[in-house]
Every structure is written in structure tokens, then in C-alpha cells.
């Protein structure tokens, strides 16, 4: 009864409020004068071009244009007896008012139509926090394209482990959004598999994100709102990153675009100095009017090839053909030919096929948009030179990403509409052994592997497959060995929302609210020894209740029965978490004073289960079920925000912003199968648990302040200063509780509980030049400094494990960069300059910098790694690591990275052709990002050079063990990939080259 009852209360919500939906779009206002006697002038008329959208002036000449959807438009302002007055070049912003004011002439004393190009201010008057906004114009000027570096490019905004973060918060505390929409990776994972101590800390490190991949062509902007934005937004503490399509224009457009990096030199060869990663990327879009100018629709494909989608400094070694010492259960004098080739580490691959698009309705007084984005993308991951003889088994992963918006804006009048939108958004990706797929009892079956390789693998038996080659103590996986687990994954929602805003005359008053409801699914299965347990007791493998037992020591699932099977309700059901909220907000925009209030409540529910009775927990351990469980229950959050502006001239501008901000944890901490629960709390017996789960905690609190203030000193430049500080309460953290009651009274579990709290202290710069003498610039820089108990969720789990003690003393976080900055210089002859070889020729300059982050120098054993992991000081497992210092106190060096795009356009008949080529880590430098625990350097590890913890492994395996360990692991960091993850390499990313071709028309 209570779940129909819970059904029906998400149906009524999504009848009354579609989705999270957020302004992505601006609006135009302004004054209409008269040029010589300064009078206004009620009744004009202002339009805007190739659209219904327009409006007349009021009494005092006051005009506004509302819901105008970010783009550059052609305004037209006339008015009986006056000279028509034309601006083009206008340029709206989602979420900002853009001051638009017009001069007519009269015709007795001008008969000349007037046209003006506008330029985009330097200083947005009507922002009363912190927004940074990179169009579509600045975007295909600069040498990277990747639109998570276009993010962080900006003030207040780092790009660490492939994770944007945005003024010292985690990574899972940014929130994503496509025009308007919500497409956060509300679980934080991209699958919902859980993994052991080495797993974790990447995982950990690498949370949150967006679901929707876009196309950089395809994006008429991208803004940056670090904090303090309005309440309008909401489940997003530390910062939202927006995007926005292009809209078809009143002329057809269409477009070609083709890049490669391969040279013919891949791979492992260089040209120009520079390595190919096998790269190729190709992109159309066509836009324009469908049948009428009323209708306008864009549309961007994109085909996008990788083979080495992470790039490295990696250098290929030949050691010839060595032989197999049996240490490993090989046949003793196998031999193999152990080589690889530089910067190219083999197996991997990533093609990827991507659409976004736009389709209008301009159907004055009804406007209708429609957007979407569509991705297949099918990956092959190798991280490690182990594999380099087996890469036929190695696992593939497909995702596919779909999503749809569609959004209708009514006007009741001239200044007055409401909109209301739907929206639809579904993640799925699955994981696999690319000859069996789904057959996931094939995996492990010798027969079953001969038939569908051959009989090249040398299986031990029929379940036991080839054991390792050990060369002089390293290890490397023998052909036919089995790499891949099996997983498949869905997160998805549908949802939307309802607003009303109206302009009444100073204020723009804004209801609205919205509602989300997610589905989210789960299945993995260890594959390892699966078909062993099945075909070895073949008539107890016929019993179901001894399956459902025996399943439950190799799955994960939610949303899948243990059988793989789509479930939708029960106790193997998916995850439902929904999200509900309203708000009212009040711009008042004065000629001095632009106040930006309002309040917002959310009501969340993230359908995690919780114990009954925490302090005695109990468990069926032969059906592997935790005993006793409940649903949690929903929470319900008022959220005040503020925000002022004080334009103090057109030129001087003066900020303020104060809001408390509450979002939910990161699910993956909270979603697990039943089964995979004991091994959670580890019950009967008390473990180290690197990744526990949350039972049901609460949502994490921000609560900011920011100041501002920009000055245009030029007519060409303008800086703005932003200061803030900003208090985290409630992030996760893994704690222990003490089992006083039931069967395991006595003993103690690990899970996340909300303990870790933040403080982060900030100044942000920001200088812009407009064009002049050729010459546009701007220089973003951050001062920071972000401290909290923890830097990550399971930061801490060791030590807690072992003292039961969870921290209390701030620390500096992990992924604090105290200085970071950009200097972006872009040169450039417009059309008629320079003659016939600098005509419309540029180049574009792009220096990045930070100043490292901190780490804590460290000592230990060499505990029970091997001769191949030497003595490698690792996050996964830090329980041997013994700091000679307070957490933190070291930082890796400061990086300086410079990147050059170099382009010449040329004009052939119609068509517009830009030549380009851009060179990223022009320099190759060799820039270190993280080091060694034991020395603080990334180019040795502290092993070799200590004969206490080297001193055997030399002695029993003599001069080879060591050429290959410095070639391995020294060269090539491969035990720091394998034990501290892949996205803690130690260096940056080496110099890479692409050329490419567009061609408009």
C-alpha cells in the first residue's frame, strides 16, 4: 500500500512540475531617446531580428524583451518621425540582462539609416555573483578542445583526475546542466560497481561529473557560476557549469570540420618531434530556417577516434626474448619477447559517436524549444604493460547517453510568461569480455575459450586458466588469461518543471518549481571461478535456492535480480531517488542598485536503506542478506539567498552574494546490492573496509559569502576582484560504530557517516581586453586555500580502522592549488589586414600555471608487495605508510604549461576554409603533478637506492631485476598506476600535435 501510495504522489508531482530546469535564457533592456534633445520616446518600437521577439517603450522610454535565448541577435528601434536605428553583434547571456540603449536621430535632421556593431560589455551590471561566460566566438580560437578545459580555464576552477573542482569542494558537489536541464551524475560513479582498497581511491577521487557528452561546435556558450547563485538553483554546493546549444539562424548554415594528430607516425614515431595518440576527430552541423523563419533548427555529428585517450610520457624499451622462472606456476624457460613501443601503450581505444541539436518554434505569443544529445561511444582500457601479451582478452566497456528537453514559453503579456519543460535523461553503460558478452559462464571455460580463440591459450584445466610469466620477479599475464568482469549500469530520470515570471517595472519576480524522479540501476558479477562453482556441483546448480546462495558471493544488483534479470520492484529493485523543489526570487533592477533575492525549498528523498537499530545489526550470512533493513526517510531544506549589485557608474560595479546551499551525498556511497551489504559492515567479524556504504545520511550543507568588484579602466580592459569564504558542513566520511545489542554485540562496522566538514578562504582576478590593435587577452587567477578534516570520503579509513578515531583537525585538502591561474593572448588580422598572408590570419596563445598540491612525505615497508611493486608508499592501502610530517605539509612543484593554435582562413566562393593547427604542452614539458610519498620527487620511488628494502629482491633476481625495474616502474610508473590509480599519474600530459581543416558556408 505504501508504495502505491508512493507512486501516486510522484505521479501527481510530475503532472504539476516537470524537471530541474534553469535559465538559459537572457533578456534585452534598455532606453529609446531622442539623439539631440535626450527626451525619451513612448511608443518605439525595438525588435529583434529573424524572431517574434520584441516590445515598445513605456512612458519613460523604457523598453524589455524577456525569454531571449542565448545568442548573438540584430536589433532593430524605430519610432514615427526617426531614423530607424540598427545594432548587430548583440550578445545575450543565459541568466543576464543585456542593456541595450538607443539614439534615433530624427529624419529632418539625418536621413541615412544608422547601423551600429555592438560590443560585449566588460562588465555584466546585472550579475550579482560571480559568472563567467566563454561563447561560442572564444571557444574556436583556443588551442585545446575539450569542453571540461574550457571550464577550467576559469577563475575559481581546477581540472584534477579528469574531475572538474570548483573553489576548494569535491568534485561531486559541482553541478552539471545542458540548456537548463540537470545532467549531473547524481550518483557520482559512472557504474555502480564498488571495488577493494586499490579501486576506492580512484573511484573516490573521481566522483560526480556529467552524464551527457557535447559536441565544443555545438555549444553557443558555456558559463561558470562559482557559487553564490540564485534560488532558481539548487543541488549544487560548490559551483554550476552550464551549456548551451546553438539555435538555427534566418540563413541556412553548414559546416565541415576534420582533425587528426597521426602524421603517419603512429605508432611510436615521431614527427616534428611530437608522438601520434591516434587521434581523429570529424564534425557537420548544419542549422537554418524548416519550411518558414518561424522555425529554426541547428544539428552537430561528431565521430571522435582515440587510441591513447589518456596520453602519457610513456618510453618503449626492447628486452628481447626472456624466459619464465616458474616462480609463478609457469612452465619454467617459456620465453616471450618483452618490448614495447614509446608513447603508445597498446590496447587501448576509444570511438565514440556523438549528436546535439536544437529545434524552435517562435510562434508568437507560444515560443518552443526542443534540444537533445545522443552518444554511443565503446571503449578498451589498458592500464598497464602486464597485459602487453594478452590484449585480445581484454575488456570492452559501451556507453550510451540520450537526452531530451523540450521546454514552451507562453505570454500572457508583453512581460509576463510562463514556461514549462520536460525532460528526459538516460545513462547506460555495460562492461564485458568482447568474444562472450553476456555468457558470462563462458568467461572462465577453457572449451568455451578454444572455440572462440582458438587453442592458443594454455589453460592448467578446465578451469584454471594460464598462469603468469614471471621474468626476474615481474609479472606479465600469459595469453588467454581472463581480464574482465561483467557489469551493466543505468541511471535515468524524467522530470521537469513549471515557472511564472513577470516584469513589474523594476522587478523581475520569478515563481517556479520542479520535480525529478531517477531510476537507477546496478548489476556486476565477479566471473572468476564462476564456471567452476556452476559446473562443479552440476545437480546443486540446478537447485534455485543454492544459486540465489551461491550468486550472492559474486554480484553486486540493484535493478537486476542475482541472475542479471531487469527487476522493478522488491528487494533487488532499483534505486528511485526524487528530488522536488520551489522558489520565488525577485530581481529589482534599479539604475544604482540591482537586488537579487530569494528562497527556495527542497524536498529530497534518496531511497537508501538504513538499519532499524544501528547499534545491533544482524545478518542472514548464508543467504549473504543483511537482516532488519528499512527505507529512509525524505528531508525537507529552506534555502535563503541574497545577492546585491551596486553599478556605482557604467563603468564601476560592486558586488555582494550570501546563500546557504544543501545537495545530497554522492549515491554510490549509499546504493549496494543486499548482498554485497554484509561484506559491507563485514559482519561477524571487525575489518579494515576501505569503501564502506551510508545508511540513509543526511545532505551536505554550504553556506557562502562572496564579494566583488569590477572597474572598466579602459575602453578596451576591465578587471574584476571577487573574494569569498565558504563553510561545508556534512561530507561523508568513514567512521566505525560499536555493536552493543544482537549477535555480534561487542564488535564495531565501518560505514560513511556525515562528519567531514571544510572551510575555504578565496580571492578570484580576472582581467579582459577587448580587441585592440589586433590584440584580445584575458588572465584568470585564483587564490586559495581550502582545509578540511578529510579531502576525500575514505581519505581517512585506515587509520579510523585501526584507532576507531575519525579526525577532527582541519588539514590542507589534497586537491588545493593555492595559486592557479590562465593568460590566454590572441592575435589576430581581420578581413582587409595584414595583406594576402596575414589576412584573417591568427594566433592563439594559452599559458596555464598552478602551484602544486600538497601531499605528506611518509615511510614504511615494503609490507606484501611484491618484487615487481617494489616499495611504493600507496593511497589504496595505506596502513604501511607512516607520515614524517603533519598531513599535508609538503607541495608538489609549481606547472607551467603553454599551449599555441596557429589558423588561416581563406575564402573560396561561398565557402569560408580555416587552416589551423594547435600544438598542446608546446614545450613537452615534463610537468610533475604528483610524487613519491618516501623521497617527494616523481623520479625515483626510494626503493633501489635503500638496500633494506631492495636488498632480496636484487640478491635473489641480480642486474635484470633491476634494468627492469628502472624501465617499469621508475621510466614507466607502473606500481604507481597499479596501486595509487591511473588518474595519479606523476606527470602531465606530453606535447601533442593536431592539425585539422573547417570549412563554412
Wanted: overall charge neutral; charged content about 20%; proline content about 5%.
Amino acid at each position: 500500500m505504501k508504495g502505491k501510495v508512493r507512486i501516486l504522489i510522484s505521479v501527481l508531482m510530475l503532472l504539476i512540475s516537470f524537471q530541474l530546469v534553469f535559465a538559459q535564457y537572457g533578456k534585452i533592456a534598455g532606453k529609446v531617446i531622442d539623439k539631440e534633445t535626450r527626451e525619451p520616446l513612448p511608443g518605439a518600437s525595438v525588435l529583434i531580428q529573424g524572431t517574434t521577439l520584441g516590445a515598445a517603450t513605456d512612458a519613460n522610454g523604457n523598453y524589455v524583451i524577456l525569454n531571449v535565448p542565448a545568442g548573438t541577435y540584430t536589433v532593430v528601434a524605430s519610432y514615427v518621425g526617426y531614423q530607424t536605428v540598427t545594432v548587430s553583434g548583440v550578445q545575450v547571456l543565459a541568466g543576464l540582462t543585456r542593456e541595450l540603449n538607443f539614439e534615433l536621430p530624427s529624419t529632418a535632421i539625418e536621413l541615412k539609416a544608422v547601423e551600429v556593431v555592438a560590443e560585449r560589455p566588460l562588465i555584466e551590471k546585472s550579475a550579482t555573483n560571480a559568472i563567467r561566460v566563454v561563447t561560442a566566438s572564444d571557444v574556436e580560437k583556443l588551442p585545446v578542445r575539450d569542453v571540461q578545459a574550457y571550464f577550467a580555464l576559469q577563475a575559481g576552477v581546477s581540472l584534477q583526475y579528469g574531475r572538474l573542482f570548483v573553489r576548494g569542494s569535491r568534485p561531486d558537489e559541482v553541478g552539471y546542466m545542458i540548456e537548463g536541464a540537470n545532467v549531473t551524475n547524481i550518483l557520482g560513479a559512472t557504474t555502480g560497481a564498488r571495488g577493494g582498497a586499490f579501486a576506492s581511491r580512484d573511484r573516490y577521487r573521481a566522483l560526480g561529473g556529467g552524464l551527457i557528452t557535447t559536441i565544443p561546435e555545438a555549444l553557443e556558450e558555456i558559463s561558470v557560476q562559482a557559487g553564490g547563485y540564485s534560488a532558481e538553483f539548487g543541488n549544487a554546493n560548490a559551483g554550476i557549469v552550464q551549456q548551451v546549444f546553438k539555435t538555427g539562424k534566418s540563413k541556412f548554415s553548414a559546416s565541415a570540420q576534420f582533425e587528426t594528430d597521426n602524421f603517419g607516425n603512429y605508432p611510436g614515431k615521431k614527427f616534428l618531434g611530437t608522438y601520434s595518440y591516434g587521434y581523429a576527430d570529424a564534425v557537420l552541423t548544419l542549422g537554418g530556417p524548416l519550411f518558414t523563419e518561424k522555425v529554426k533548427f541547428f544539428l552537430a555529428g561528431e565521430n571522435n577516434f582515440v587510441r591513447d585517450y589518456i596520453p602519457h610520457f610513456f618510453k618503449g624499451y626492447n628486452f628481447g626474448y626472456l624466459k619464465d622462472n616458474g616462480r609463478r606456476g609457469g612452465t619454467r624457460g617459456d620465453s616471450a619477447l618483452v618490448a614495447w613501443n614509446d608513447a603508445n601503450i597498446p590496447g587501448r581505444m576509444r570511438n565514440r559517436y556523438t549528436g546535439n541539436g536544437t529545434l524552435t518554434f517562435d510562434l508568437k505569443p507560444l515560443q518552443v524549444r526542443f534540444a537533445g544529445a545522443y552518444s554511443w561511444a565503446r571503449e578498451r582500457a589498458n592500464n598497464s604493460l602486464r597485459n602487453i601479451f594478452n590484449l585480445e582478452r581484454l575488456p570492452v566497456t559501451d556507453i550510451t547517453e540520450l537526452f531530451l528537453d523540450a521546454k514552451a514559453s507562453y505570454f500572457i503579456s508583453a512581460k509576463t510568461f510562463i514556461e514549462a519543460s520536460v525532460s528526459i535523461l538516460d545513462y547506460r553503460n555495460k562492461s564485458y569480455e568482447p568474444a562472450f558478452g553476456d555468457n558470462v559462464l563462458a568467461y572462465d571455460d577453457s572449451l568455451q575459450v578454444a572455440r572462440a580463440y582458438g587453442e592458443k591459450f594454455r589453460y592448467v584445466s578446465r578451469y584454471v586458466g594460464p598462469p603468469p610469466y614471471d621474468f626476474y620477479g615481474f609479472l606479465f599475464y600469459r595469453p588467454g588469461t581472463l581480464f574482465a568482469g561483467y557489469s551493466k549500469f543505468q541511471q535515468a530520470y524524467v522530470g521537469g518543471s513549471l515557472a511564472l515570471t513577470s516584469q513589474m517595472k523594476n522587478h523581475e519576480i520569478k515563481v517556479g518549481t520542479s520535480y525529478q524522479r531517477w531510476t537507477i540501476r546496478h548489476y556486476g558479477i565477479g566471473t572468476g571461478g564462476l564456471f567452476r562453482a556452476f559446473h562443479s556441483l552440476p545437480d546443486s546448480a540446478r537447485d534455485p535456492n543454492y544459486l540465489y546462495k551461491l550468486l550472492g558471493s559474486y554480484v553486486n544488483n540493484y535493478g537486476f535480480d542475482r541472475f542479471g534479470k531487469k527487476v522493478d520492484s522488491g528487494e533487488d529493485g532499483p534505486r528511485h531517488p526524487y528530488f522536488f523543489s520551489a522558489y520565488i526570487q525577485d530581481k529589482v533592477e534599479l539604475q544604482d542598485l540591482i537586488i537579487n533575492a530569494g528562497v527556495r525549498f527542497d524536498y529530497m528523498y534518496l531511497d537508501a536503506w538504513r538499519l532499524k537499530d544501528p547499534s545491533a545489526p544482524n545478518a542472514d550470512l548464508n543467504l549473504r542478506k543483511l537482516l532488519d533493513l528499512e527505507k529512509g526517510k525524505p528531508r525537507a531544506y529552506l534555502q535563503p539567498r541574497l545577492g546585491f549589485s551596486f553599478p556605482v557608474t557604467d563603468r564601476t560595479v560592486f558586488h555582494l552574494q550570501y546563500g546557504i546551499f544543501v545537495q545530497p551525498p554522492a549515491l554510490t556511497s549509499l546504493y549496494a546490492g543486499l548482498s554485497y551489504y554484509p561484506g559491507s559492515v563485514y559482519l561477524p567479524s571487525i575489518e579494515l573496509i576501505p569503501d564502506p556504504l551510508a545508511f540513509d545520511p543526511d545532505p551536505i550543507k554550504t553556506t557562502q559569502y562572496e564579494i566583488g568588484f569590477s572597474q572598466q579602466f579602459t575602453d578596451f580592459a576591465a578587471f574584476d576582484i571577487t573574494g569569498f569564504y565558504k563553510d561545508v558542513r556534512g561530507q561523508l566520511q568513514v567512521s566505525t560504530v560499536p555493536i552493543t545489542g544482537g549477535p555480534y554485540a561487542g564488535t564495531k562496522y565501518a560505514v560513511y557517516s556525515n562528519g567531514d566538514f571544510e572551510n575555504v578562504y578565496g580571492l578570484e582576478f580576472t582581467l579582459r581586453i577587448r580587441r585592440v590593435n589586433r590584440v584580445q587577452a584575458q588572465i584568470n587567477y585564483t587564490l586559495q586555500d581550502a582545509r578540511g578534516t578529510n579531502s576525500f570520503a575514505n581519505g581517512a579509513w585506515a587509520a579510523v580502522g585501526i584507532t576507531q578515531i575519525t579526525p577532527t583537525l582541519t588539514v590542507p585538502l589534497t586537491f588545493n592549488q593555492t595559486h592557479r591561474g590562465t593568460i590566454n593572448i590572441d592575435y589576430r588580422f581581420g578581413k582587409g589586414e595584414g595583406g594576402p598572408l596575414l589576412e584573417r590570419f591568427g594566433v592563439n596563445l594559452l599559458i596555464t600555471f598552478n602551484s602544486g598540491h600538497p601531499y605528506t612525505l611518509a615511510t614504511g615497508g615494503i609490507a606484501q608487495q611484491d618484487a615487481d611493486d617494489g616499495g611504493i608508499l600507496n593511497d589504496g592501502d595505506p596502513r604501511n605508510r607512516n607520515p614524517l610530517e603533519p598531513i599535508n605539509a609538503s607541495r608538489t612543484p609549481w606547472v607551467w604549461n603553454v599551449d599555441l593554435r596557429v589558423d588561416k582562413t581563406i575564402s573560396i566562393g561561398p565557402a569560408n576554409i580555416n587552416l589551423y593547427v594547435y600544438v598542446q604542452n608546446l614545450f613537452n614539458t615534463k610537468n610533475v603533478i604528483n610524487v613519491y610519498y618516501r623521497t617527494g620527487n616523481a623520479y625515483d620511488d626510494g626503493f633501489l637506492t635503500n638496500p633494506d628494502l631492495s636488498g632480496t629482491f636484487v640478491n635473489q633476481f641480480g642486474e635484470r631485476y633491476i634494468e627492469l625495474y628502472r624501465a617499469i616502474n621508475l621510466e614507466n610508473r607502473q606500481h604507481q598506476w597499479r596501486f595509487n590509480g591511473i588518474l595519479q599519474d606523476l606527470f602531465g600530459p606530453p606535447r601533442q600535435l593536431r592539425a585539422g581543416v573547417k570549412i563554412e558556408f
